[in-house]
């Protein structure tokens, strides 16, 4: 790509970008183009020592031994650009100080949804709107499986045909438990808000526990289920969160089909924006590393934006406090009463319910609920009052409504 | 905005932007804010010639003056940022030719699609991808009216309620006709190949001949109405038009409702990517003014994305030889053979029917087809042997289909 982009990339930035080196682990490994000699490498220190090497891309990912690696890097004095996730969520903090310190650039634009360039329309283009929250969903794997599932699938057929498929990887823990979807939500938190969050902090439930019952009630309540990340900024305070949510079929992020991925951005002065295309892939990756490679040299020797974007400490919102439109599932024995009680602990929290869907089967119903928007600590107090009861069969159901 | 975001500007860029002048028409005028003394002026060149001045927004609109004061200020070494797409779509290849003389910016975001920030995602992020496709709903009026008639309301009721909400002037001319939408395509074509369109060039036709018979037939075949700017990179030839068109229920740019603005970007490593938004409104265009404003701040003194974007100079395609799948509406009397004689005069263009809907109504039928891709011209040829039918009433109606 930086061979076939060079006349493009000489034209932005007045240099041609030539690969000088390459760090691989195998030299003689076939590969499907011819390295000039001389370019491959087993030693780091090459990389490193080089002076010819004006700025190094990591895409080895993993935390170790790429961070020690990145870190000695910019201490050398080379910009580096990242597509390592789990590296810039969890040791952004240490990397972009050092960074810093030796005043050279580390971008990570490809670390965040592949091709779909959302950190640097975060930071550049809407530098002058203050983003207040992010709906994303940020994990293809899952949204593959979903899909699928709304199609008729089971979780286990989904997936399944998303490991033929090469979506999904052989143990899929990270993608379908949300570990994936965490560590882009806290990146993108990080730089839309300007205060650090790390991946520990973002309360993460994946989409292991659904079951096609929850899909067709979704369908039913005129809703899809998606894995969606929501990062909220609330009077200085922030939270971060990772679940399925049951999202309305008229938002944008309900189009969102396959492996594909979508970030909404909602900010003072833009409403919101919706960028979406493909969130993984090789190909997709590396036009986000070249774009970050251009930027890094098209801008040497400028402050421009070349800080962490980091800039305050904000305190985590109080999960309680925590505001949405909550969809609930109840499974209960069929008897009179039931419904009524249920309803009069919501009130009693002062939730109130918006749409409701009861279904019966031989001597069971099961409730699906829509409630209006609330903080979740009073959905949550009403709900283990009602899980209490002995007429309610299962531990509830709960989801946040994208409206 | 300025103001509110200083400090984010400041440490993006090192730099606190103040307005120290303003160009207006009347300085008597009541105003929401007070400016400070002496920033208002009505004479240019007290901006031009203050050298206090280090960049100035133009976002006064219209070709004239605006484009001699842009000029001006160019060749006085002043950047400038313009929200003006009919100044930059008609007039660009003289202005970033002076700026490139002055060694200057000319930045122009929020000339298209106000908030949505395709211009830096085409010339920075998609740098390495060859975009050879553009989709575009970039204008929300029609979109806005065309939303509306697919609930069922006619072209004039939509129109009116369109015009009460402030979405579409008293004069909707530029609207609905594609005037704007065509002056944005030739700016996103323009910097997406890299060789210059102007509004001139881009085959245009607007909604005005559109009723709802079309929207329900559309509605029948799976599909909505659009006006959609298709920009098509082949070959080497440039091809740039902004028609209503079909499009499949499932496609992204379907479920941009409202006055709503979508791009679709289609390109060799990206597959496609989809930026969504506000495509106008002050406080939208505002946002991306500030963002041009602190980009040409930040990258000054630096060649990067400083040069025009055009930099070579491709030729149209034939229109003919421009491939698309079509939808046709015919309306013919009601007599046998009619439909085996249209299907024998498209067979013999070799354009291919893959979906058919015949509807009866005392004594007429209207027949709704829609055609496998086949260059235009062929479609054209077969369209205009069956229009000299003495059984067809009506001419033909012919929208691409965007799948």
């Known amino acids: 790509m930086l061979a076939e982009s060079g006349e493009e990339i000489e034209r932005a930035t007045g240099h041609r970008l030539r690969v000088v080196r390459a760090l691989v682990r195998d030299l003689d490994k076939e590969?499907?183009?011819?390295?000039?000699?001389?370019?491959?490498?087993?030693?780091f220190a090459d990389v490193r020592d080089d002076p010819s090497v004006d700025v190094v891309a990591e895409v080895m990912g993993g935390v170790t031994p790429a961070g020690g690696y990145v870190r000695e890097l910019l201490r050398a004095g080379k910009p580096v650009v990242s597509a390592n996730k789990q590296l810039v969520a969890?040791?952004?903090?240490?990397?972009?100080?050092?960074?810093?310190?030796?005043?050279v650039q580390l971008r990570f634009e490809a670390s965040v949804c592949a091709a779909i360039p959302v950190v640097k329309v975060l930071r550049e283009s809407l530098i002058a709107t203050n983003v207040h929250r992010i709906l994303g969903i940020v994990n293809g794997t899952t949204n593959f499986i979903l899909s699928r599932m709304e199609r008729g699938a089971t979780y286990a057929h989904a997936l399944a045909e998303a490991q033929e498929l090469g979506y999904a990887e052989a143990d899929p823990t990270d993608d379908v438990e949300g570990?994936?979807?965490?560590?882009?939500?806290?990146i993108l938190a990080t730089v839309a808000f300007g205060s650090r969050v790390t991946p520990d902090e973002v309360e993460t439930r994946g989409i292991t526990e659904l079951t096609p019952a929850h899909i067709a009630?979704?369908?039913?309540?005129?809703m899809v289920v998606r894995l969606v990340g929501i990062a909220t900024l609330e009077r200085e305070e922030v939270d971060v969160r990772v679940q399925p949510a049951f999202v309305?079929?008229?938002h944008p992020l309900a189009a969102v089909d396959g492996a594909f991925n979508a970030v909404?951005?909602?900010?003072?002065?833009?409403?919101?924006?919706?960028?979406?295309?493909?969130?993984?892939?090789?190909?997709e990756t590396a036009s986000a590393v070249v774009a970050d490679l251009v930027s890094v040299v098209g801008t040497a020797g400028t402050g421009f934006l070349q800080n962490d974007a980091c800039w305050r400490e904000l305190r985590r919102l109080d999960t309680d406090a925590w505001r949405s439109s909550f969809y609930v599932h109840l499974d209960v024995a069929d008897r009179p009463g039931v419904l009524a009680h249920a309803a009069s602990r919501l009130a009693?929290?002062?939730?109130?319910?918006a749409q409701l869907v009861q279904r019966l089967e031989d001597g069971r119903a099961s409730l699906d609920l829509v409630l209006h928007e609330a903080p979740f600590g009073r959905v949550?107090?009403?709900l283990a009052e009602i899980a209490a009861f002995p007429e309610v069969l299962d531990r509830p159901f709960v989801a946040p409504v994208i409206a």
């Open 90 to 103: 969890r040791e952004g903090a240490e990397l972009f100080a050092t960074a810093s310190e030796a005043g």
């Open 380 to 382: 949550r107090g009403a």
């Open 264 to 283: 909404m951005l909602q900010g003072d002065a833009i409403r919101e924006i919706t960028l979406e295309g493909p969130g993984a892939g090789g190909i």
């Open 248 to 250: 309305e079929r008229s």
């Open 217 to 222: 009630a979704a369908a039913e309540l005129g």
């Open 348 to 353: 009693a929290h002062e939730v109130s319910v």
């Open 31 to 43: 590969r499907s183009f011819a390295p000039p000699d001389g370019v491959l490498t087993t030693d």
């Open 179 to 186: 570990v994936d979807a965490a560590a882009k939500m806290a």
